[in-house]
């Protein structure tokens, strides 16, 4: 999949902005540019420790979160869900 720096920045922008809205507490993450989609790896603290949790989303998708409620709806919907231990109590 080749990728604009354009088009990495505004994947990392969505990606943090998903995350804060999920209310996740403390965390690391990377975009990775895959076949055909991203791939956002997160590092979350959890009561445990930290927890790894390997994310998906379309190419087009995670760029258009910003603008679309709908695709932004459904990706905190997904990710919410697979990053649960990481929000914060009321988070998200």
């Not at 990775?32 to 991203?38: A, F, K, L, T």
């Amino acid at each position: 999949m080749r990728i604009t720096g354009d088009e990495l920045e505004r994947a990392r922008a969505a990606t943090e902005n998903l995350l804060e809205e999920l209310g996740v507490e403390a965390y690391l993450f990377q975009v990775e540019p895959r076949d055909g989609h991203w791939e956002v790896g997160v590092e979350c603290a959890v009561r445990q420790g930290w927890q790894r949790t390997v994310l998906r989303a379309g190419r087009e998708r995670l760029l258009e979160s910003w603008e679309q409620g709908e695709i932004r709806d459904a990706l905190l919907e997904e990710w919410g869900r697979e990053l649960e231990d990481c929000r914060k109590e009321g988070g998200g």
